[in-house]
Each structure stands twice: as structure tokens, then as C-alpha cells.
């Protein structure tokens, strides 16, 4: 089963993020590690799409899809935004960026889980994280 939900481009809209993940996840036995690296993760993802990718631009929306098939938990975001290459960001690690209010997200989000793609999609793009419980 897939779980969707959509939410217009404001950072508001990320406190809907952690009880939607609470709601599809509930039943699958994820430990309290496993559920907190997925919060991050996924709010991590979700406000990228709403602020890099649809300039918080509110006539656009992230689209979150969750799915579970043993042993996987996927989370998908979908934002309307260009797209970007993951491997050409400023290095978050290097000393001359250390002390930037941003840049560590795609680094967050790839240490914690299993898997993480950003692709560019027609009309837009898209995160999926995979984690293997």
C-alpha cells in the first residue's frame, strides 16, 4: 500500500510531516532509532523540496509517498522544482563550510538510510530514500 500526502510549498507544512510517517509506519516494527532516522531524514528531504526546489513558492506542491514491502521502507518526495546534481554541493565537511547555516542535508540524508537517489523526473524532481529494516 502506498501512503500520499501533499502539501503546498511552505515550511509550515512540515509539522504535518512526522505524524503522516507516525500513521504509515506504525505497524512495521520500526525501532525508535530506525523511526528517528526517518523523521530526519524525510523532514530533511520535504523542506529541501519546498525551499530549494519550489522556491516556497505555494502554488506548488512536495508530494511525500510512503510504501513498506519486507525488508523495506520507502519514502518518496516529489517537489516541482529543476532538479540538482546531489554530488556537485559544497562539501558540508570542509572547514571553509563548516560554520554555513545550510548545505548538510543530502549528507544527513545519505548517512542515514540504506539508500538515497535525487533524481530529476518530468515536471520536477525527486527524493527516494530507502531504509532496510
Do not use: W
Not at 507544512?13 to 525501532?31: A, K, M
Not at 523511526?35 to 511525500?64: F, M, P, Q, W
Amino acid at each position: 500500500m502506498i501512503h500520499r500526502l501533499t502539501l503546498a510549498s511552505s515550511t509550515s507544512n512540515l509539522q504535518y510531516v512526522e505524524p503522516f510517517l507516525r500513521q504509515c509506519t506504525q505497524s512495521i516494527g520500526l525501532s525508535d532509532e530506525q523511526y528517528s532516522n526517518c523523521v530526519i531524514a524525510l523532514t530533511e528531504a520535504v523542506n529541501n523540496g519546498i525551499v530549494h526546489g519550489n522556491k516556497r513558492d505555494t502554488s506548488k506542491s512536495v508530494v511525500i509517498e510512503i510504501s513498506f514491502e519486507h525488508p523495506t521502507l520507502t519514502m518518496m518526495v516529489q517537489d516541482e522544482g529543476s532538479g540538482f546534481d546531489p554530488d556537485s554541493l559544497p562539501d558540508p565537511t570542509n572547514p571553509e563550510n563548516l560554520l554555513l547555516d545550510g548545505g548538510r542535508g543530502v549528507l544527513i540524508i545519505r548517512a542515514l538510510m540504506t539508500r538515497a537517489e535525487f533524481l530529476k523526473i518530468p515536471n520536477g524532481a525527486q527524493t527516494r530514500l530507502e531504509l532496510d529494516i
